[in-house]
């Protein structure tokens, strides 16, 4: 399939729709209402520190919102009222945070059941809305939906879409695209969906262990063993990794992702000489400004003296998930919510590790004075910050008033 060429027909396609419906005002004003803080506005307006009692709050000079997300969560707004009788789905959550996605449900959005890791497109039915998420939708699903003869509006991140133009550009030069990712992740499965021959690789341990294959080859099946549910069909890595280009998800971590990107240029320049790097490595840059203005501001309040950090975002938001990485890496008490439903006491919390578990922490809160810090993931609204920072303000006793 020329996925090129279908995606440049769809965009043409009187069904398809990805810019706004004339609501934006109207909308602004509700977002505005619904997800937008006085008391965040005001601890921006403070050097992005506030202290009440014996509590200091410092915030991340990037949180929060970024300007993707909104514009996702704004197109789905005026479809809703773009549409008012209309049946409205959604191919996946909006964006990886729990009370926004349940405000769409309030608003009569549905949302594409799953069924044995499998997405059911059978309700769905002509004349149908469907709004494609701020992380994108494979092509497969966009060919599935225009056949159905369904309205598609494209919430899509620029930035991902940026991802995809690389990708196709590897495939071009019949380039395997090497994807830094999570291939169960929406942007990812949407990203590969678009290249042509491609292997998605975790971290930089999986990338150290693909440049050494690359070098001094090794064994073949466990390789494909290994990478069997992130590579394309019938890949095979004694002729697929001859030429390869760097993609990413636009929400991992930018040091690895430049770290992956830098490894195997090496390794090729190592494998087939300087002079012949150009015919086989390809690198873009396609890292997400947004993102990567969050990972920096975190790296800059990590530096400062904090009693505990607090991170807040969907517990299944990569680029919220990598924030709290960098709290963990630095062994500063770090909790990762996606609510102020979370902190259940001045004693208990609960939170979500790493490898995704959820556990319970006991004396979670210091005693006495203490400087938290806090940043959110770029689905996060403001509004759910303000509550997490009012709830630590009340166990400690140090009210705050606007």
């Not at 070098?215 to 466990?222: I, Y």
């Not at 590579?231 to 992702?257: H, R, W, Y």
């Not at 800059?300 to 990598?322: A, P, W």
């Not at 490898?355 to 509004?383: F, M, R, Y």
């Amino acid at each position: 399939m020329d996925t090129k060429a279908f995606k440049r027909a769809l965009q043409h396609s009187e069904n398809y729709h990805r810019r706004g419906f004339g609501h934006q005002e109207e909308v602004a004003t509700q977002l505005h209402s619904e997800y937008q803080s006085s008391l965040i506005q005001e601890i921006r307006d403070h050097n992005y520190t506030l202290t009440r009692g014996d509590v200091t709050i410092r915030l991340a000079q990037a949180f929060g919102f970024c300007w993707g997300v909104e514009r996702a969560v704004a197109m789905a707004y005026e479809t809703r009222k773009h549409f008012p009788l209309e049946k409205i789905w959604i191919t996946n959550e909006i964006i990886h945070n729990p009370s926004v996605n349940q405000r769409l449900r309030e608003m009569q959005v549905g949302f594409i059941p799953v069924e044995a890791g499998e997405k059911d497109f059978s309700m769905v039915e002509s004349g149908d809305v469907v709004i494609l998420p701020a992380f994108g939708a494979s092509v497969q699903e966009m060919q599935l939906l225009n056949e159905k003869d369904c309205k598609i509006v494209d919430t899509t991140c620029p930035w991902v879409s940026k991802v995809w133009n690389t990708v196709e550009k590897h495939k071009k030069v019949d380039c395997t695209s090497i994807i830094h990712g999570k291939y169960k992740h929406e942007e990812t499965i949407a990203t590969s969906s678009f290249a042509g021959k491609y292997l998605i690789v975790l971290n930089l341990q999986e990338a150290e262990y693909v440049a050494d294959y690359i070098l001094n080859g090794g064994n073949r099946e466990e390789f494909i063993a290994k990478f069997n549910k992130a590579c394309s069909p019938g890949f095979d890595p004694d002729t697929d990794l001859e030429k390869v280009g760097i993609a990413n998800q636009t929400t991992m971590l930018k040091g690895e992702t430049e770290q992956i990107g830098k490894l195997f240029e090496r390794t090729m320049m190592k494998k087939y000489s300087p002079t012949e790097l150009n015919q086989h490595f390809q690198s873009f840059n396609t890292i997400c400004d947004a993102t990567q203005e969050r990972q920096d501001a975190m790296l800059e309040l990590v530096e400062e003296k904090l009693d505990l950090m607090i991170v807040i975002g969907g517990f299944n938001s990569s680029n919220t998930s990598h924030l709290q990485e960098i709290a963990v890496e630095r062994k500063l008490p770090s909790y990762h919510i996606d609510s102020v439903a979370r902190i259940i006491s001045p004693k208990s919390i609960e939170h979500c590790q790493l490898n995704g578990n959820i556990e319970i922490s006991e004396q979670w809160l210091p005693d006495g004075k203490i400087v938290v810090g806090i940043t959110s993931g770029a689905s996060t609204p403001d509004k759910v910050v303000e509550d997490v920072i009012q709830k630590i303000f009340e166990l400690k006793q140090s009210p705050v008033t606007i």
